[in-house]
């Protein structure tokens, strides 16, 4: 079973806006990690958060991690029509493999 | 630098077929991984290897899913025999992987799978 549910399931802003996706997980994780995927493609890797930081930044990406509420939030600022993807939050335990969420398909309307 | 590279891209066969995926990670990475994506289900991992030793296997869904990684630069993923409901699109990632440095994980571009 998968890790991670990500909220919403579906995103549509103007290019130009934020945009925030929340991802929720159930257990205990050593860090979390936010991919992208566009569309007949793999998934590109965007950020890692380690369960010991709270906030993390890159570029027009922000990262927030909160362990006692097993939740994370992906921000992009100043979204842009080349943002539009599935973003997908992944959690990693103790073993060496990632438990994926459902992904949030985001659109932005140029 | 070359990235994960997968083959065949597309893949369309009958039912009762045998097939075979094929996966070369990045040159350097010591886990593999396969993974099944499904409208319904999902991104599942389906098996990983850790130098080349198969590790966890527990999301094979079945005794007619196989895969092997015979060298560090070369890895398979077999189905026989083949039914439409493994109609998907596999991927195939490779990282680094080093006890307390974590790594992210470097995806191919996927084998779409249709079994008519």
């Known amino acids: 079973s998968q890790q991670g549910e990500e909220d919403p399931q579906a995103l549509s802003i103007q290019e130009g806006e934020n945009a925030t996706m929340n991802c929720s997980y159930k257990?205990?994780?050593?860090?979390l990690q936010w991919y992208r995927q566009n569309s007949g493609r793999g998934l590109v890797h965007l950020i890692l958060i380690r369960s010991n930081e709270r906030e993390k930044h890159s570029g027009r990406l922000r990262v927030t991690l909160d362990t006692s509420k097993k939740s994370s939030s992906l921000l992009i600022t100043a979204s842009r029509a080349a943002d539009t993807a599935s973003y997908f939050c992944?959690?990693?335990?103790?073993?060496?493999?990632?438990?994926f969420g459902t992904g949030t398909r985001l659109t932005v309307i140029p | 630098d070359a990235g994960v590279i997968q083959s065949p891209r597309h893949e369309v066969t009958e039912m009762g077929q045998e097939v075979t995926l094929r996966c070369k990670p990045i040159s350097g990475h010591n886990s593999l991984f396969w993974y099944r994506q499904t409208m319904m289900r999902g991104l599942e991992l389906l098996i990983y290897f850790n130098n080349n030793v198969p590790i966890d296997d527990s999301g094979m869904p079945e005794d007619r899913f196989s895969a092997k990684m015979p060298n560090a630069s070369f890895s398979t993923l077999k189905i026989q025999p083949s039914e439409p409901r493994d109609s998907a699109v596999y991927f195939c990632?490779?990282?680094?992987?080093?006890?307390?440095?974590?790594?992210?994980?470097?995806f191919g571009d996927g084998t779409r799978l249709s079994i008519l």
């Open positions: 990632a490779s990282r680094i992987s080093t006890r307390g440095l974590e790594q992210p994980q470097h």
């Open positions: 257990t205990s994780i050593n860090n």
């Open positions: 992944a959690t990693e335990g103790g073993a060496n493999n990632l438990f």
